[in-house]
């Protein structure tokens, strides 16, 4: 009898009972966490980073109360691999999401799981883009793929289901109505909180249709690059504003009005997407985007710009849709966090903001992401931590997505597992004086795909940055970022850098063994078997 009582404890104790024995969302040791990741979302387009576009109250709100990280990074820029970088804490080649047309295994470890193994309540409310369902979660609700900005569809345990309204309001609606009414008030909770915009097609919710459309935003410095400082892989990439921008999807122009003018998107369905978006809106919904876009349209129909008058009209029209669906973003956080204030759960509450990697807003005459270039490898991180974080405190060390989970698991006071390769943000929360990183590594993948970027893997140290552009090229590129901080110069072949050059290579290569890159490792090899010939 008492060998069966004690090996029923033993049981209970290891197989299915929590690491803490009675999780209290009142205990600081088991903070609750929210994870709040935006879509796209640059350092630019957030006034707690200085930007000249666009205010964004709430955002920076977390960071006059928390910490902004100013090297904040991804490990791959784009969307369904950094979302799996940041669930497992495992670079693209090992959690196998090495691209958005992979599928992520969810049968694989993650921290949601960790922590819902150790006694948080967990929940997911927004974009996935994984395609395998969320595992880990308690509650889920997830747009397919990359979800609507009207009346979108939501994937759920029990099958798809519509909602009316703007997507970034009903993302909040059930982030919140979970935090309100579906979870167990007993326990801590982890809430993962992910908007849809400012993703392309960027379409502003009603209330923020007029937004921007008489300011207009300055122009960066090389929206005409003419790349001439680099190589094959910018010349090639597909995403300038000037020449693979659509009018109809990006721009809101009516296909029949381009067609009638004359202009033909690069890529065909583009029209029929924006034929999908706008029959999806309301009666109600169409009459104000008429009042707005209508006379957009009208003055284009008059006055029909050209060459390089064109590309300055497209960026404008750009900025001012992806701002306005910023805005959105920027209200429904504070919704949150008026929420959290009102409910007694803010002073508890570790938050992180975030995006799933930077934006192109025009720079290098650039939409979209991918490249290890500044302005697509940065992300924003801003993290508040009442009572653990100096309020409006910076850091600039060199963190990465890849250290999130870590970050987390520790926050919540749960070991980090050895095979997660990021590390804990904890000591520079805390603006502890560690020993840290000094250089960061990249892997890009999605070639051949959309946007024609070369893959490429590379380092950056807080100076440098040393890219290999492989697969149909074999082209390495260097910057030094502090000479030339908008990257428009590959020193490469400059005598005066040879010794950088080894030195970052070499760290490279150090990398690539540390961190288990054997498609790298492999495709150095090849080429340097290549080099030998
Ligand atoms: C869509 C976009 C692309 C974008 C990818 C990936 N085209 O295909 O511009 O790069 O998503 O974005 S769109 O016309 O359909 O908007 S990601 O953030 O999900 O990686
Ligand atoms: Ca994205």
Redesign the pocket.
Known sequence: MLRFAFLLILNLHFCNTPLFSQPSPGRAEHPNIIFIMA??HAVDAISAYGSNRIQTPNIDRLAREGMRFDKAFVTNS???P?RAVILTGKHSHLNGVRD?VNTFDSSQQTFPKLLQQAGYQTAIAGKW?LKSEPTGFDFWKVLPD?GDYYQPDFRTPQGLVQEEGYVTDIITDEAIGWLDKSRDKSRPFLLVYQHKAP???WWPSQGHLRDFKDKPVPEPASLFDDYSGRGTAARDAE?RISTHM?LT??SKIKPELARRLGFEDF?PW?SN?YTNQYNKLTQEQRRNWEAVYGPINADFEKNTPSGDALTRWKYQRYMQDYLASIKSVDDNIGRLLDYLEKSGLAENTLIIYTS??GFYLGEHGW????FMYEESFRTPLIVRWPGRIKPGSANSDLVQNLDFAETILDAAGLPIPEDMQGRSLLPLLRGQEVEWRDALYYHYYEYPG??AVKRHCGVRTARYKLIHFYYDVDEWELYDLERDPQEMRNVIAQPEYRAVKEELLGKLRALQVQYRDSDALAQEILLEDLNRK
């Open positions: 879509d796209d784009i969307c369904a950094s958005n883009h990359q993703h392309r097609e995403m659509g999807n990006d890529i583009y997407a799933d990697q939409f979209d992401k991918r959309i946007h």
